[in-house]
C-alpha cells in the first residue's frame, strides 16, 4: 500500500484496540495468578503438604515469565519485520487458547501426572502469548500518538490491566460467592478461564479493523527492517535493554506481592474470607485505574524519569509499612494498604508504555520494548511470590516488605542511568 494514501487509526479506535488487547491478555494471567493463590495446588497437586503446594502452584505462575522472553523475541521479530497488527492478532490468539484450555485441564486426580504437565505447557504458551502482546499494544499507542501525547497514548495499553485484574477478580469473586467451597474447588475455578474465549473473540474484532501505524509504515516503504531485529538489538542496543528490565522490576515486584501474594497470605494466615480480600483487591485496583492517566500527564508535562523515581520512591516507603498495616486486624486498614500500593502501581506503571519503546529505535523498537519489559518480568514478577513465601516461612511479613523496598530501589537507579526521553523523536 502506497505510505501517502494509507488509511488512519482515529483516536478512538487507536485507545480501543491496545487497551482491549491488554485487558484480555492481563485478565488471563491474572485469573491465573487468582487461581494459584486458591486452588491450583489442591487440583494440580494434592500429594504435597499445603506450604509445598503453594510453593509448587507459584512456581507454575513463574514458568509463563520465563516463556514470555522468548515470545518477546518471537513476536518482536514479526512484528519489526511484517508489522504490527498481525503480529497482535496472533499473540492475542495464542494467549487465550492457552487460557481456555487450561480452563478444560483435568486434575491430578483424573489423569496423574499428565495433569501438572500439561499445566506446565499452556502456561508456557500464556507466556509466549504475552512475551508479544504488551510491546505491541505499546507500539500501537505511542508510534500513532501526536507530538508531546506518547505518554498519555500509551497510558491506554496501560489502563489495560488494570481493567483485566478488575474483571479477573470481579469473576471469581462471582464464582465463590455462587458456589459452596466443595463445587469451587471441583469445577467453578474453572470458569473465568473459559470466558476467555468470549473476550478475545471480541479483542480480535477490534485489531482486525486496524492498520499499520504509519511510523513503521515508512520504515516497510524504505525498506529499513534488519534481517534479524534480535542479533541487531543485543548487538548495539544491550544497554537500553538492561536498563528498561531493571526499570520494570519495582512496579512488578509491587503488583504481585499486592495481589498474588498478598490474596493468598490473608486468606492463608489471616484467616480473611477469599470473598472478603477480593473484593478489597477490586476496589484497591480502581485507584491504580485513577493513578493511570493522572501519572501520564504528568510525565508527559515533566519528563518519565521524575514522575518514575518520586512514585518508586514513595513505593520503597511503603515496603516499611506493610507489617503494620496488613496485621492490624482492621479491614479498613488492610484496604487502605492494598489501595496504596495499586495507586503507587499506577504512578510507576503508566511512563513505562512510553519510555520503553522511545528507548529503542523503530526497526528494533517490538523486539526492544517487548524483552526488556519481558525480561523484568522475570525478574520482578515471577520470583515475587516465590520469595516471598519463602521469607514469610524464614522470619516475618517485614521482610516481604523490605523486599519490596529494595526492588523499588533498584529500578530507581536503573531509571536514573536513562536520558529521559520526553522529547525524543521516533526515528530508526
Not at 235 to 242: D, G, L, N, R, S
Not at 266 to 280: C, E, M, N, P, V
Not at 334 to 350: D, H, N, Q, R, V
Not at 392 to 408: D, I, M, R
Request: net charge positive; charged share 10%; with cysteine.
Amino acid at each position: 500500500m502506497d505510505v501517502n494514501h494509507q488509511a488512519v487509526n482515529s483516536t478512538s479506535r487507536i485507545a480501543l484496540a491496545s487497551f482491549i488487547g491488554t485487558a484480555i491478555e492481563f485478565y488471563d494471567f491474572y485469573i491465573y495468578a487468582t487461581a494459584a493463590a486458591l486452588v491450583i495446588g489442591p487440583v494440580f497437586f494434592p500429594d504435597s503438604s499445603p506450604s509445598a503446594q503453594a510453593l509448587q502452584s507459584f512456581a507454575t505462575f513463574g514458568i509463563a515469565f520465563i516463556a514470555r522472553p522468548i515470545g518477546a523475541m518471537l513476536f518482536g521479530h514479526f512484528g519489526d519485520r511484517i508489522g504490527r497488527k498481525s503480529t497482535l492478532v496472533f499473540s492475542l490468539i495464542l494467549m487465550g487458547l492457552a487460557t481456555t484450555l487450561i480452563g478444560l485441564l483435568p486434575g491430578h486426580s483424573s489423569i496423574g501426572f499428565w495433569a501438572p504437565l500439561l499445566l506446565c505447557i499452556l502456561r508456557l504458551a500464556q507466556g509466549l502469548g504475552l512475551g508479544g502482546e504488551w510491546g505491541g499494544a505499546a507500539l500501537l499507542a505511542t508510534e500513532n500518538a501526536p507530538k508531546g501525547k506518547r505518554a498519555l497514548f500509551g497510558m491506554f495499553p496501560q489502563l489495560g490491566p488494570s481493567i483485566g485484574f478488575l474483571m479477573s477478580n470481579a469473576v471469581f469473586l462471582i464464582v465463590t460467592l455462587s458456589l459452596s467451597n466443595e463445587q469451587f474447588l471441583e469445577w467453578g475455578w474453572r470458569i473465568p478461564f473459559i470466558l476467555s474465549a468470549v473476550l478475545v473473540i471480541i479483542g480480535l474484532y477490534i485489531r482486525l479493523k486496524l492498520v499499520e501505524s504509519p511510523i513503521f509504515a515508512k520504515t516497510l516503504s524504505a525498506k529499513k527492517q534488519v534481517k534479524m531485529p534480535v542479533i541487531n538489538l543485543f548487538k548495539y542496543h544491550w544497554q537500553a535493554v538492561i536498563l528498561g528490565s531493571f526499570s520494570m522490576v519495582g512496579c512488578y515486584t509491587l503488583f504481585y506481592i499486592t495481589t498474588a501474594f498478598l490474596l493468598q497470605y490473608g486468606t492463608k494466615y489471616l484467616a480473611i474470607a477469599k470473598d472478603s480480600f477480593l473484593s478489597f483487591l477490586c476496589i484497591a485496583i480502581v485507584f491504580m485505574a485513577i493513578a493511570t492517566p493522572i501519572s501520564a500527564l504528568l510525565s508527559d508535562k515533566y519528563g518519565r524519569k521524575p514522575v518514575l523515581i518520586i512514585g518508586l520512591l514513595c513505593t520503597a516507603i511503603s515496603g516499611t509499612l506493610m507489617t503494620m498495616f496488613m496485621t492490624s486486624g482492621s479491614d479498613l486498614l488492610i484496604l487502605s494498604f492494598l489501595s496504596l500500593e495499586l495507586f503507587l502501581m499506577g504512578i510507576i506503571f503508566a511512563p513505562m508504555g512510553a519510555l520503553l519503546p522511545e528507548i529503542f529505535p523503530t526497526n528494533v523498537r517490538y523486539t526492544g520494548s517487548s524483552v526488556a519489559y519481558s525480561v523484568g518480568g522475570i525478574l520482578g514478577a515471577s520470583l515475587a511470590p516465590i520469595i516471598a513465601n519463602y521469607l514469610v516461612a524464614q522470619g516475618s511479613l517485614v521482610w516481604v516488605g523490605y523486599y519490596v523496598s529494595v526492588t523499588s530501589l533498584i529500578s530507581v537507579i536503573a531509571i536514573a542511568l536513562i536520558k529521559e526521553t520526553k522529547d525524543s523523536q521516533f526515528a530508526n
